[in-house]
């Protein structure tokens, strides 16, 4: 085998092993949230937040970030996160979520203008 096909199946090798490891670490921060361990869901979706080309959970990671710094009280910091979705992954499809709980966040803050700003894109 020569040193260039040699080289390019060891790096679609790890390319594949690291969507794995991607898939798992994901799982892994979901069933954390979904168990109510939001603190720690916090910290194993952390990770999975930052883009990489390899990982296909940046924006379910983010997502799920802000959705457990809710559950914690933490409303400013899920403020952000939704923000920073909508600005990173304006086509997610799941916009319309985003907007629900930044449409919430708002109207708990008492931030009547943005509630309803949002809620005018739902």
């Known amino acids: 085998m020569s040193k260039y096909l040699y ?6 090798s790890l390319t594949q092993a690291t969507a794995q490891d991607f898939k ?8 954390l949230y979904e168990g109510k361990q939001y ?6 979706f952390k ?7 390899a990982n296909p959970f ?7 970030y802000a959705l457990a710094s809710q559950q914690l009280g933490y409303g400013s910091v899920a403020k952000d996160m939704f923000l920073q979705i909508k600005k990173l992954y304006p086509k997610w499809d799941q ?25 005018s894109a739902i």
């Open 95 to 119: 916009m319309q979520e985003v907007d629900y709980w930044l449409c919430k966040l708002y109207f708990d803050q008492g931030d009547i203008f943005q509630a309803l700003k949002v809620a």
């Open 7 to 12: 080289l390019l199946f060891v790096v679609a």
């Open 47 to 53: 990770p999975l937040t930052v883009y990489d080309q």
């Open 39 to 44: 603190s720690a869901a916090m910290a194993a």
């Open 24 to 31: 798992k670490q994901f799982r892994q921060a979901k069933d």
């Open 58 to 64: 940046p924006e379910y990671a983010s997502y799920y």
